[in-house]
């Protein structure tokens, strides 16, 4: 019987009750379905922050809401976040076979995870996804919007952009799997000092920039080496949203910035450009 890595931030990053957590999203994810919203490609990957639905959620939302018309296509979710509460070198996957959310729980997808750990950088370690929440808080988002899936969690440490980047060509697959990034931006400047330091990383997330600080982001290290992936494989970066908590819940004296970026494959990418990047990836390691 597979073990279940239970819901660690439930009821204070987000509701814990199934009936006024599911009801919490469908509503982010409504408001952020704005009529004037353009039609856009299903993205292969989104970058989306991990903080307290009330700060962070309707940010989360309006990327989230591309991946709607995916809901019978994608069968995979690589998320990739950063530690915050133990420390780690390289990334780390969970022991646990599922996670649980209140809306239910997740299967951890056994066969990626194996291919995976054959990676020198990856390992199992249980205590960094004990208590993390950077990877729980995308879970009631995905369970609302897609049908059936699995994940592959990697709680991202002591890592360089190759060695991410590395792990995530290797899972990269097709339509069937989604790429979720997730990082908050700049913490704890004033309002204006966050607006002004939170555009400029978004302009070097747009042009695909590897080499972003933990000032800038959080999730620094796994944007970084998705970002190298993104550079290989063509993709467009387009910013959703970009707000911080004093423009949802807090106050703007002290404020966390929050950004959503969809990211889309070209429409004909020539299976070279694939092999190219497998193997520059391959050769980083």
Known sequence: MQSIRPAAVAGMFYP????????AVRAYLAEAQSPAAPAAAQPKALLVPHAGYVYSGPVAAAAYRRVAPGRSTIRRVVLLGPVHRVPVRGLALPAAGAFATPLGTVDIDADAVA?????????????????????????????????????????????????????????????????????????????????????????????????????????????????????RRGLKAELIDLRNSGDTAGDKAR?????????????AAPQAVAEKALAEATDAR
């Open 115 to 231: 291919q995976a750990l054959e990676m020198p950088q990856v390992r199992v370690h249980e205590a960094a996804h004990a208590q993390e929440h950077s990877l729980e808080v995308q879970l009631p988002f995905l369970q609302t919007l897609l049908d059936d899936f699995r994940i592959v969690p990697f709680a991202v440490g002591d890592a360089n952009a190759a060695e991410v980047a590395a792990v995530i060509e290797r899972l990269w697959g097709g339509p069937e799997t989604l790429i979720v990034v997730s990082s908050d931006l700049s913490h704890y400047h004033s309002y204006a000092a966050a607006q002004q330091c939170d555009r400029g990383t978004a302009g070097a997330i747009l042009a695909l920039d590897p080499s972003l600080d933990h000032e800038q982001a959080c999730g620094a290290t796994p944007i970084n080496g998705f970002n190298l992936c993104a550079q």
């Open 255 to 267: 404020v966390v910035g929050y950004a959503a970026f969809a990211f889309t494959e070209p429409r």
């Open 16 to 23: 814990g009750t199934p009936a006024v957590l599911g009801a």
